[in-house]
């Protein structure tokens, strides 16, 4: 980051975001040199830039994706993997090129090409990326989701795209038990006819028995039959479509959200060299799904010559120590995990930075969710005093972010560092005004290039425009509830459409949330606004439901501290009118607690998407409660 702010002319980080903003051109034109983007540029950087959506970026570029992040075919290490404490592999980058070329001749002789879709319903597994890039580096479409969905989760998914090609998994281990995939596999693909072929990779088992899916071969045999020594890589126009990523599906069928070549890479080539310093050699890390974004924003980091730590299960295998386990062993040089996890590994006390050597490790990376302050406090105590702490927000969208972390400025306890180069980020009023130092709505006035490309199957683009532009013309709504701070970082206090209104104040519910989790007794909380008096709907009241840690009891006491923990550090109307005890807390399959859908169960109204749920069983816990009725 010091250096491109020096050989850009510029003398502070403020001055470069300023001018990557009004010279937008000439900024992401310098993106694709400084680091190093492969393909041909063009003399056009952008048609029509002040168009949201309309803008039409690198419109004579010719790039593929999956060769940036091929170039490299030496024997140095590309990826580790580690299946908890089950399973452990490494691939040099001459392996992983040679295995991509053997993959891709399979999925050309399928039948695939260009535009064609390719699913992976799969752990974050080496095979994973290799079908990728196989995949991508052909022109083909690529989509994936975690094997911890349901059948008709992968359905609503995976059925509105018609892949041609499905790998999936035998199945794979959570905190050291197996879970088998192969009914559900089968039943799957008997539904989704587009498909020609489905290819099973074995990981609990050697040889898994599929003779119940459809058009099933096993990807050991698929190695053995090719003969492919090159990666065939199809230069594409920049806004050749890449990624199929999916909305959570909470409030309805999961949007279809296309992203482009050009886009994800030179967006996260500047992620990820210059907002996070991964350099050459260094060895990047993300505990994710590949059913959630941050699988895609992970695999990006090859194209920056870093090392992959792959790893799939749960983050809490092997007492609660397995992810630091494997910083130590493989000298991780960035952590990346979600602030719910941060909050966890505090609540049991771990402290890592005096069980294992964290030597190595100069970034520590956190998003999902709102990072708290007793967050930061907690990293900076038991991990390490001279990290990099860089809580970051953007989402699927935006397959990135849009406010990230920062080497070349300070970290502020409870506060996102920086917005990113070349993203018009604001916050406005409710009438549109910009504000500082006060809560709004998170902008991006200005268009940039990983804007998705559209919805599939949204051909005149209502869809699209409905979810971002409708609010304010010609503006990108996000829909978080935000603040820009006076050291111009960022607060983000929680979705706006779970954003709390009791009597016409909004209330973000992070704010709530990090008061109650500093109490020992209580494990994680969510809290909604109850329509009150029952029936209306031009007021709410504020409910506090908590999971309590085990030995624990909700009584008048506790309910106390919960209510004057709340009062002492925010403000009376931020004390919920009624705290209730549950016995979980239902959320999605990247670990994000959905308030809307808890909101809808205590109005009997229908959860239109049970299937994006982890714990969807957790939503009854919810259901008919006797204490909202007072």
């Known amino acids: 980051m010091a250096q491109f702010i020096q050989a850009m002319g510029q ?21 694709w040199d400084f680091c190093s983007a492969v393909g041909k540029k063009g003399e056009k950087i952008v048609i029509d830039g002040d168009q949201m959506p309309g803008a039409r970026w690198f419109p004579e570029a010719r790039l593929n994706y999956a060769e940036n992040l091929l170039q490299c075919r030496d024997d140095s290490e590309a990826l580790v993997f580690w299946g908890e404490d089950k399973v452990k592999r490494r691939l040099s980058r001459a392996e992983l090129y040679a295995e991509v070329a ?83 596999n089968a039943e799957i693909v008997a539904q989704m006819p587009s498909l020609l072929k489905v290819v099973v990779v074995p990981y609990l088992n050697a040889a898994p028995d599929m003779a119940n899916i459809a058009q099933a071969v096993g990807w050991g045999d698929i190695s053995l039959n090719s003969r492919a020594k090159d990666v065939i890589f199809q230069r594409l126009g920049f806004n050749h479509p890449l990624f199929i990523m999916f909305s959570s599906g909470t409030t309805g069928v999961p949007k279809c959200i296309v992203h482009c070549h050009g886009g994800v890479l030179l967006q996260h080539l500047k992620e990820h060299q210059l907002h996070s310093d991964v350099r050459p050699g260094d060895r990047l890390f993300y505990f994710t799904t590949c059913g959630w974004m941050m699988w895609n924003w992970l695999v990006s980091g090859l194209a920056c010559g870093a090392t992959l730590l792959l790893y799939d299960g749960s983050p809490f295998a092997v007492r609660g120590k397995v992810l630091f386990d494997y910083a130590e062993a493989e000298k991780m040089t960035h952590f990346g995990t979600s602030a719910k996890f941060i909050d966890a590994a505090a609540k049991l006390g771990l ?25 930061f406090d907690w990293v900076y105590r038991e991990i390490k005093q001279d990290i990099l ?11 990135s972010c849009f406010v990230l972390g ?119 909380a969510l809290v909604i606004g109850q329509d ?5 709907s031009d007021d709410v009241r ?66 239109k998407n049970v299937e994006a749920l982890a714990n969807p069983e957790a939503l009854e816990f919810f259901r008919g409660r006797s204490e909202l009725g007072s």
């Open 11 to 31: 003398g502070s980080y403020g001055e470069t975001w300023q001018w990557s903003i009004d010279q937008p051109e000439a900024f992401w034109s310098q993106v």
């Open 532 to 536: 009150w008096p029952p029936g209306r």
């Open 406 to 524: 920062n080497p070349v400025l300070p970290v502020y306890r409870g506060e996102i560092q920086c917005r990113g180069l070349g993203m018009a980020v604001d916050v406005v009023d409710d009438v549109g005004q910009s504000v500082r130092e006060q809560k709004g709505e998170l902008v991006c006035t200005k268009s940039f290039p990983v804007m998705p490309v559209g919805f599939w199957n949204d051909p005149d683009g209502r869809k699209y425009h409905a979810a971002y532009f409708e609010r304010y013309d010609n503006i990108w709504c996000h829909g978080d509830f935000s603040e820009l701070t006076a050291h111009d970082g960022m607060i983000i206090y929680g979705r706006s459409d779970a954003t709390l209104n009791p009597g016409g104040v909004r209330i973000g519910t992070a704010e709530i949330y990090r008061q109650v989790e500093q109490l020992p007794e209580i494990l994680e």
């Open 102 to 184: 053997r993959f891709q001749q399979f999925l050309v002789e399928a039948g695939v090409g260009a535009g064609d879709r390719v699913a992976g319903y799969l752990p974050n597994l080496p095979e994973t990326l290799i079908a990728m890039l196989a995949a991508t580096a052909l022109g083909a479409i690529w989509s994936s989701a975690s094997p911890d969905f349901g059948v008709q989760g992968v359905l609503d998914r995976f059925g509105q795209i018609e892949p041609k090609v499905l790998i999936c998994v035998d199945g794979y281990w959570y905190n050291g038990k197996p879970v088998d995939c192969l009914a559900k």
């Open 542 to 607: 504020v409910v506090l439901f908590v999971k309590l840690q085990e030995g624990h009891k909700l009584d008048a006491s506790l309910i106390e501290r919960i209510k004057k923990q709340i009062r002492d550090n925010t403000t009376p109307r931020h004390v919920p009118a009624q705290i209730v005890q549950v016995l979980d807390i239902p959320r999605t399959k990247s670990g994000k607690i959905v308030e809307l859908a808890v909101r809808n169960v205590v109005h009997d109204r229908p959860v």
């Open 389 to 399: 702490l860089a809580s970051i927000s953007g989402g699927t969208d935006i397959v």
């Open 351 to 375: 402290t890592p930075g005096k069980t294992h050597d964290l030597t190595a490790l100069r970034a520590m990376f956190s998003t999902g969710s709102p990072l708290s302050p007793e967050g």
